[in-house]
């Protein structure tokens, strides 16, 4: 069984740039979530889809976009990117929305200069 | 989704019990607690959940008061390898939107 995978592992931006991050799924699992994580701060929800819908959203702005495919893989989108979005992405996960056990990837460590 | 609160850090040495309590004041009846473990660098890792009582699994035990109102993870006799960030979350399950909510979770050292 394949665990959750993310790509790239690190990626660095200038301001007001674009960026693409990508995440596959547990096999499985049609519900997938995205995180941010600040250094030394825990994980903040970004939003999640589950079978290609989105189904919640945290507190981001529209920037911050997202997509998931027929196969259950996903791509967080952020545009116009700020120095503050330097941060671990995080992909997890879960079987149907039983979101309690989310399966989280190793993350994708973004820089912006 | 309730709040909870869990100390900053705690150190322990290898081989002793370590007891992370969380408080959640405002847990409602259907929500879960569930504790998640994190590693530098690294997506954080399910542990343990449970609703009331005490649950246990092969790494931990989850240890709920009647009240609900706080949770207490046991780690039995840890190892170094055991130092990471402990998280504590509370939510309901299959929540149509459901989505994890992340404290600042409690930072363990293990020493030798």
């Known amino acids: 069984e394949t665990g959750v995978t993310q790509s790239p592992t690190h990626l660095i931006k200038t301001r007001g740039q674009q960026v693409t991050l990508r995440c596959s799924s547990q096999?499985?699992?049609?519900?997938v979530s995205w995180y941010q994580q600040a250094l030394g701060q825990g994980p903040q929800f970004i939003f999640q889809?589950?079978?290609?819908?989105?189904?919640g959203r945290g507190n981001f702005p529209p920037r911050f976009s997202g997509l998931q495919f027929p196969n259950y893989s996903s791509e967080l989108n952020v545009n116009a990117l700020e120095l503050d979005d330097s941060a671990l992405y995080l992909c997890?996960?879960?079987?149907?929305?039983?979101?309690?056990?989310?399966?989280f990837g190793p993350g994708t460590r973004l820089t912006v200069l | 989704l309730a709040k909870t609160t869990q100390p900053i850090s705690m150190d322990s040495y290898e081989g002793q019990e370590v007891n992370i309590t969380c408080s959640h004041n405002?847990?409602?009846?259907?929500?879960?607690i569930t504790w998640y473990q994190q590693f530098p660098s690294q997506g954080p890792r399910f542990i343990i959940q449970?609703?009331?009582t005490k649950v246990t699994n092969e790494v931990a035990s989850l240890f709920i008061p009647a009240d609900r109102k706080s949770s207490t993870l046991s780690l039995p006799r840890v190892s170094l390898s055991d130092t990471a960030v402990y998280y504590c979350?509370?939510?309901?399950?299959?929540?149509?939107?459901?989505?994890?909510?992340f404290g600042s979770g409690t930072r363990l050292l293990v020493r030798p």
């Open positions: 997890a996960s879960s079987l149907e929305l039983a979101g309690h056990e989310q399966f």
């Open positions: 096999s499985g699992h049609n519900t």
């Open positions: 889809y589950y079978r290609e819908e989105e189904n």
């Open positions: 405002n847990i409602a009846t259907n929500d879960y």
């Open positions: 449970g609703y009331k």
């Open positions: 979350l509370v939510g309901r399950l299959m929540d149509s939107s459901y989505k994890l909510i």
